[in-house]
């Protein structure tokens, strides 16, 4: 019965450090896809830092744009030298 004890005892340490290798390796595939997970969650939490800056700098540049446009046309309408328009020739006799 030695033997036969001895040999269950085996199957059992075998059996026992099989699943302590297959979860091994279920933790480290779980610990590489949280790993992955986290880079991906950066990488996004990136990009959207990024795309609130370019349209918050977007908003300025068009801010800046509008009130150039306005200082300039208003600026150009102050400045501008007077226009007369006249509908028809002057007729020969009637010039001034």
């Given at each position: 019965?030695?033997a036969?004890?001895?040999?269950a005892v085996m199957q059992?340490t ?5 699943v ?13 896809a ?8 950066m990488?996004?939490?990136?990009v959207m830092?990024?795309?609130m800056?370019?349209g918050v700098d977007m908003a ?7 009130t150039?446009?306005?200082?300039s046309s ?16 002057p007729?020969?006799?009637?010039e001034s």
């Amino acid at each position: 019965m030695g033997a036969g004890r001895a040999l269950a005892v085996m199957q059992i340490t075998a059996l026992g450090m099989f699943v302590m290798v297959v979860v091994a390796v279920i933790m480290r595939v779980a610990i590489i896809a949280m790993g992955m997970i986290m880079v991906v969650m950066m990488i996004m939490i990136m990009v959207m830092v990024m795309v609130m800056i370019v349209g918050v700098d977007m908003a300025f540049a068009a801010a800046a744009n509008r009130t150039h446009h306005s200082t300039s046309s208003s600026l150009m309408r102050i400045s501008s030298p007077p226009v007369i328009c006249r509908l028809s020739p002057p007729q020969s006799g009637q010039e001034s």
